[in-house]
């Protein structure tokens, strides 16, 4: 029997090193930040959106209460988004930077957790193939609109940390209000959700392997081409394929740990039959 815990602490360990090694290449560059299409900005960006992803599928889809779901994934936001903020600001303030970044991910988070939550309210669950795991999701004694005391105070105290931590980086009055910013959030935050949503199927669903990586890759090729082409100059096209293609291989891979620790997509339906541990 597998023991997820450990190739999940790995793989946040993993994630936190990367995160902090890039961003210690910007901060070294001093006063003068990479401007975008630089590589260094792909790589950075490409974590950023990736780990936005796992975050809102672990929200979405993940065994623990949704109340810490739901601030864990808010968390992921607002850190990446006051990180991106200090190193990036520039000569402009940074409360603007960080509306802007918060608005991005956010939008990004948001619609990928809609369908996430439709997927969770059909029964759809991250479970892991360890009988006992299976069990428990199978005895509990709430139905899925029913919520206990424990519950509500768990949520009481959600949402006293996530309207605090929005109050700290929202500002109304800077939030981004030109077409290009507008148009950038919509376009980043459709494409880094329908990445997310189709990688989650492609290594942890159901079906031939081989059908869901070449569905994913031909739908990842077109995707990024597409950002190519609606980016300004051939440069910067460029810089956006390359950082699709990024985030492709870093939430394939992310996700790829989690399957090897034993979860996957399924059903955790009381008349649903135990998923098989094959992959």
Not at 1 to 19: E, G, K, N, T
Not at 191 to 211: D, K, M, Y
Not at 266 to 275: K, L
Request: hydrophobic share 55%; proline share 6%.
């Amino acid at each position: 029997m597998r023991h997820p815990q450990p190739f999940i602490w790995l793989l946040i360990v993993a994630m936190v090193s990367a995160d902090a090694s890039v961003l210690t290449w910007v901060a070294g560059r001093g006063w003068s930040p990479p401007q975008w299409p630089h590589a260094l900005l792909c790589l950075l960006f490409a974590l950023v959106f990736s780990q936005v992803g796992l975050a809102t599928i672990w929200a979405g889809l993940g065994r623990q209460s949704m109340a810490w779901r739901v601030t864990g994934g808010f968390l992921v936001v607002v850190a990446w988004s006051i990180a991106l903020a200090r190193e990036l600001q520039a000569d402009r303030p940074i409360e603007l930077l960080s509306t802007y970044w918060s608005v991005l991910l956010s939008v990004q988070a948001g619609l990928a957790l809609v369908p996430l939550l439709i997927m969770r309210a059909a029964g759809a669950r991250l479970i892991s193939t360890a009988a006992a795991e299976i069990s428990q999701d199978r005895g509990s004694q709430l139905g899925p609109w029913q919520f206990s005391p424990a519950d509500l105070l768990r949520w009481m105290t959600a949402l006293a940390v996530i309207m605090g931590l929005a109050q700290s980086v929202a500002f109304y009055d800077l939030l981004p209000r030109s077409s290009t910013a507008l148009a950038e959030i919509g376009t980043w935050a459709a494409a880094n959700t329908l990445l997310a949503l189709f990688t989650l199927w492609a290594v942890l669903g159901n079906g031939p392997p081989v059908a869901r990586i070449l569905t994913l890759a031909v739908i990842a090729s077109v995707t990024a081409g597409l950002l190519g082409w609606l980016a300004p100059n051939s440069e910067k096209g460029e810089a956006a394929a390359m950082l699709y293609v990024l985030q492709t291989i870093l939430l394939t891979a992310s996700l790829g740990v989690v399957r090897i620790a034993g979860y996957r997509l399924a059903s955790a339906r009381p008349n649903d039959e135990p998923p098989h541990t094959s992959v």
